[in-house]
């Protein structure tokens, strides 16, 4: 197999109710990690209200990945039936949301083929960048390109909602 998500040095159990998931700047050479109090860090926010166990799995730099120059998110969450892949960004130069894209879809479709999707019923992507928050301009076809491609929905923005 090309691919071991389970194991425990890069994967954390956490029912926290706001926590963030950070990655060192550019080049970054460590692993995506979660966060629980200096926010200034945090890339993508996670908001889990009801306290519901949230699986992280840093996916760059931990996972084994065939062929290894594949493209790679930072990480992923997994909760009850749902799957969050998660590409963090912390730059304002352009193509950077092409890129998260590339990223995510690669990994995603590897993980498919690798793992499968048993047991889940609700499929999502997240690219966060930190130095654009508030980015609306996603335009349309890429998200529908996108979940045509991977059969996950597309967000980009800050913050998760666990719900």
């Not at 080049?27 to 926010?39: E, G, H, Q």
């Not at 926010?45 to 493209?71: G, Q």
């Not at 130095?131 to 890429?142: E, G, K, T, V, W």
């Amino acid at each position: 197999m090309a691919l071991d998500f389970n194991k425990a040095s890069f994967t954390e159990t956490t029912s926290a109710t706001i926590f963030g998931i950070c990655d060192t700047p550019p080049p970054a050479t460590n692993s995506a990690y979660l966060d629980y109090a200096k926010s200034d860090d945090w890339i993508a926010c996670v908001e889990n209200d009801l306290s519901k166990p949230v699986i992280f799995t840093a996916i760059d730099h931990c996972t084994d990945i065939v062929p290894p120059d594949a493209e790679r998110c930072d990480g992923m969450l997994r909760f009850e039936d749902t799957i969050i892949f998660v590409e963090l960004k912390d730059r304002n130069s352009g193509r950077w949301l092409g890129k998260a894209k590339d990223q995510l879809s690669s990994t995603i479709n590897i993980y498919k083929k690798e793992i499968g999707l048993n047991g889940l019923t609700k499929f999502y992507a997240y690219v966060s960048n930190k130095q654009r928050p508030y980015f609306y301009a996603a335009n349309m076809s890429l998200a529908e390109e996108f979940e045509a491609d991977t059969g996950f929905v597309l967000q980009v923005e800050q913050v998760i909602k666990i719900q």
